[in-house]
């Protein structure tokens, strides 16, 4: 008795983990994102841009194969960045400490709807920023979401503060600063990857 009721339990797990796996599947998109990074300074304003590296973004969906949750890890490298200026960039990769942090890092763990509500008005997505060895969250706003097939983009938006960043910008000439708001901008492509 106590054997076919050990039985009884195995089958029921293995059948439960098995419909578990009819419900809900996942599959990996390639990814690519074009950045900009816009900011202000006494002088003037300047702006810079940056390609991440390739990363995939794994997408779950349920039983009907509607996508449910979104799940990416993206990575910036901080030497790469570049504002068309030598002398700035040099600044720039020292406030952003490059030799001891050199990657940024953006992971987003999401439902789906953060990301496809866009197409009608922008969409708030949250996401794990992390830079110079800290990890913060920002809410991004996710605008101009198209799916043909197996490509999709859309638009990330999001407001970087320095100082809530550990940036430390030195003023110039004492009186040149560098206003604490940079403005990120990701067109972001993704291309599901056969299965």
Known sequence: MMRTAMIFRLSSFVCMALLGNALADTTHWSGTSQISFDGTSTLHDWGGKVATKPFVTKVTTDAAGNPTRVVAAVTVEVAKMDTAEAKRDENMLKAMQATAHPLITGVIDAPFSAIRQGDSKPATLPLKLTMLGKTQTITGRISHWKQQGDKATFELDFDLSLKKSDIKV??????????????????VSLKRNPS
């Open 170 to 187: 030195p003023s110039v000439l004492l009186f040149l600063r560098v206003g604490d708001t940079i403005k990120v901008h990701a067109a």
